[in-house]
């Protein structure tokens, strides 16, 4: 496992009048080399827990355990510097990590803190940009000049120079148009198929994620209200109301065409594509039925 959460609570301001506890009683596994999606209505606790994944926060209860990092509430916590190079966290507003007067100077701040060479750090800005389809010209630029999506993509480029095994992303696409929400979303899925990185986005917008996740996290109130298969929540989408969500289209979808032909047994089918096919195979079963159906009562 990469990541697993075994009775995990967080509160804030945990010994003041303003306490507030934002996670409840949190069991979780996330799987090395999988791509998880995080939902859950505003309010529902999955900025903090994504805190919980690099040691930004520690739990107020329960045990966190990451890669082969184990921080357990009241015990004295390990050396945590390692785990925030090994799990890259980009936040929920990109210009709340970038400070420096260029592109190139912030995404070089983490690999020269971390001790590489200003010659090795330039050559990890450059891969890092190229990983996020960034022109390399952009690096002389300063990074509060960048448009929405550019500095979004400079924000995870900056994570990825640091070579991070998980990287944990609040809201990546909330602010960009549905071309660069489709374009950032392949990007980020690659970052995990073919180089092998363990992906967790929090998102807003699950149809964008739903056919390429291999597994949610549903956060109501601060408690885990489902973790599972998108092909699980499409057999049950009624949890999603539960937890103060829209169901998705692509859910409506399946449930629609599921019904209308009796497939309520079979796998739900995610993405456009292969609900097209998968009707497209109905009614030429249904053509080739009747067909057969007329030659039987022509016989007799
Ligand atoms: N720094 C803080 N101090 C005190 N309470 C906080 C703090 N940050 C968050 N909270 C509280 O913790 C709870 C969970 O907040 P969190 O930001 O994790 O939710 P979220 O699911 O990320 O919401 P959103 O979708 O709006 O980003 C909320 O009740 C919030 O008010
Ligand atoms: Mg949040």
């Known amino acids: 496992m990469a990541i697993q959460l075994q009775q995990v609570s967080y509160t804030y301001a945990d010994r003041s009048m303003w306490r507030q506890t934002a996670l409840h009683g949190i069991n979780l596994n996330i799987a090395k080399g999988s791509l998880t999606g995080i939902a859950g209505a505003t309010g529902s606790g999955k900025s903090t827990l994504l805190q919980l994944f690099n040691g930004i926060l520690k739990p107020t209860e329960g045990t966190v355990q990451v890669l082969d990092v184990t921080i357990t509430a009241g015990e004295k916590s390990p050396k945590l510097l390692p785990l925030r190079r090994r799990v890259g966290l980009v936040f929920q507003f990109p210009e709340q990590q970038m400070f420096e007067d260029t592109v190139e100077k912030d995404i070089c701040f ?3 803190n971390f ?32 448009s929405g999506g550019q500095m979004r993509k400079a924000a995870i480029a900056s994570v990825l120079a640091m070579d991070p095994d998980i990287v944990v992303l609040d809201e990546p696409t909330a602010t960009l148009d549905p071309v660069s929400r489709a374009e950032l979303i392949a990007l980020l899925e690659r970052l995990c198929r073919e180089q092998g990185r363990t992906i967790i986005i929090v998102t807003h917008r699950m149809d964008e ?15 885990l209200a489902f973790q599972g298969s998108g092909q699980e929540l499409a057999a049950d989408p009624a ?9 998705p289209q692509s859910l409506r979808y399946w449930q629609a065409v599921s019904t209308r032909f009796g497939l309520g047994t079979e796998k739900p089918l995610l993405t456009a594509e292969a609900l097209a096919e ?18 039987g009562s022509g016989h007799e």
């Not at 949610?216 to 109130?221: D, F, P």
């Not at 949890?239 to 169901?247: D, F, N, S, V």
């Not at 998968?278 to 039925?289: C, D, F, G, S, Y």
Request: proline share 4%; hydrophobic share 45%; net charge negative.
């Open 110 to 112: 983490g690999p020269l």
């Open 115 to 146: 001790g590489f060479t200003l010659e090795e750090a330039k050559e990890r800005a450059r891969k890092a940009m190229t990983d996020m389809g960034l022109d390399l010209a952009l690096l002389e630029r300063n990074p509060f000049r960048l």
């Open 209 to 223: 994620l739903l056919p390429y996740a291999d597994s949610w996290a549903l956060l109501k109130g601060g408690e």
């Open 239 to 247: 949890i999603l109301e539960r937890c103060g969500l829209t169901i």
């Open 278 to 295: 998968r009707i497209a195979a109905v009614l030429e079963e249904r053509k080739n039925a009747a067909g057969t159906e007329e030659m």
